[in-house]
């Protein structure tokens, strides 16, 4: 059995580690309520610019006019590799965040047989890489801090792949946050860009359009009157479109990394209460168990000086 000194040394640490994660905790729930007004916040400029793209595509002059030569981000072709970018987190200490969204990555990427990789987060990186994957690119450093600049890096290295020809398709892969305690990784098409909404459909050859849920067209939209061109505005509106998806995967990934952490620290620091009492009662047990047998000696002492007398 552990003496009384061991014991209160090992309280100490652990008291001290409680400490850390119940800072740890405190400054996770702080970020966690910025990070979610943050994307509150970015969610009308999201609306506004698939609010754009559905009317633009659904006007019949551009229908009549879009070339897929000038807005290659709509162009859909045979797939022969796909590309796949990964968001997870930079750092640990966030529960089962990281293990979740990079096993149903893992998953998604060995369904292809011919794929590439771009990562988000430094987790990601070394997961692929630890397991033999070839990483194309690789993004780090803010990803529970994520800003629009750091978006647009990643669309325009997934954008240049797509138009190359490097890959026929992309999908991203991130976690989608509903609460602090909820949280699933999701995979979303990114590249070819789709008509938004529930009846996305592929650009192959021309414009096509879906029928309504019995068959029937959908209602035309009204004319839009373009300024300069029809060309010009889907050559400003994809791209943005496309760095809109990813910044708003990006702050959805740091509200689930930050959620993750906070439910992490306090289950941490629960935990370390739990083992306080258990040390303590450890370390009353050790004294008085130490105290009986300093009494025992001193008493067999006076008794064998009163032997002796």
Excluded: W
């Amino acid at each position: 059995m552990p003496n009384p000194r061991e014991i209160h040394r090992h309280m100490r640490s652990i008291g001290n580690i409680q400490q850390i994660t119940k800072a740890m905790k405190m400054v996770a729930a702080a970020r966690l309520r910025r990070a979610q007004e943050k994307a509150a916040s970015s969610r009308p400029f999201a609306d506004k610019i698939e609010s754009m793209l559905i009317t633009a595509l659904g006007d019949s002059t551009l229908q009549s006019k879009l070339d897929l030569g000038e807005a290659p981000l709509m162009a859909s072709r045979s797939v022969q590799k796909t590309g796949f970018i990964v968001i997870a987190g930079d750092k640990g200490l966030a529960g089962p965040y990281n293990s979740n969204v990079l096993k149903h990555a893992l998953a998604e990427i060995t369904e292809c047989e011919n794929y590439s990789i771009i990562t988000v987060g430094r987790k990601a990186k070394e997961y692929f890489q630890h397991r033999g994957f070839d990483v194309a690119k690789d993004f780090f450093g803010l990803s529970d801090k994520p800003n629009f600049d750091y978006a647009e890096q990643i669309a325009k290295a997934a954008s240049e792949m797509f138009i190359s020809g490097e890959v026929d398709e992309v999908k991203l892969i991130y976690t989608h946050f509903k609460s602090a305690l909820s949280f699933t990784p999701e995979t979303t098409q990114l590249l070819p860009v789709l008509v938004p909404g529930e009846k996305a459909v592929r650009i192959s050859s021309g414009v096509s359009f879906p029928a309504g849920e019995d068959g029937e067209e959908e209602e035309e939209i009204g004319e839009v009157i373009y300024e300069p061109n029809p060309q010009t505005l889907m050559k400003e509106l994809l791209p943005n479109y496309v760095k809109t998806l990813i910044y708003a995967a990006l702050m959805q990934a740091a509200a689930s990394e930050l959620g993750a952490r906070m439910t992490a620290m306090s289950s941490a620091t629960d935990n370390a209460s739990d083992l306080l009492r258990s040390l303590e009662l450890s370390y009353n047990k050790a004294r008085q168990a130490g105290i009986t047998r300093e009494i025992n000696e001193i008493v067999g002492g006076a008794e064998a000086l009163s032997q002796q007398n």
